[in-house]
Nanobody, 124 residues
Framework: VQLVESGGGSVQAAGSLKLSCLAS????????LGWFRQTPGGEREVVAT????????SYVDSVKGRFTISKDHAKNTLILEMSSLKPNDTANYYC???????????????????WGQGTQVTVS
């Protein structure tokens, strides 16, 4: 599966931004998709994941109520809508996938094996 993120950019605090991830290939065997972020010198952290079979989302506490993960099945696109952005949301945001069968992925970062190249989000 190939993952290509877009939609990053610079925004002022309290603003909104929408990220997209075009997922191509291996369409029948995706278990979960997710968004992660990483700052320079920092560890990568999970932001939100979605279980493909029923679109159930999971969010890290720091983004609950502000971010929404969804999937446009027709366009094979994963979306992250971000609002009430804060400076500490600044990071490189990555899209990732879990392939194969299985249950909910929740916020289990270690099971995500396929990654995109990332898109930068800067909040000032």
């Amino acid at each position: 599966v190939q993952l290509v993120e877009s939609g990053g950019g610079s925004v002022q605090a309290a603003g909104s931004l929408k990220l997209s991830c075009l997922a191509s290939g291996y369409t029948s065997g995706r278990r979960c998709l997710g968004w992660f972020r990483q700052t320079p010198g920092g560890e990568r952290e999970v932001v939100a994941t979605i279980y493909i079979a029923d679109d159930r989302p999971s969010y890290v506490d720091s983004v609950k109520g502000r971010f929404t993960i969804s999937k446009d099945h027709a366009k094979n696109t994963l979306i992250l809508e971000m609002s009430s952005l804060k400076p500490n949301d600044t990071a490189n945001y990555y899209c990732a996938a879990v392939l194969g069968s299985g249950g909910y992925c929740y916020l289990l970062q270690e099971i995500f094996k396929r990654w995109g190249q990332g898109t930068q989000v800067t909040v000032s």
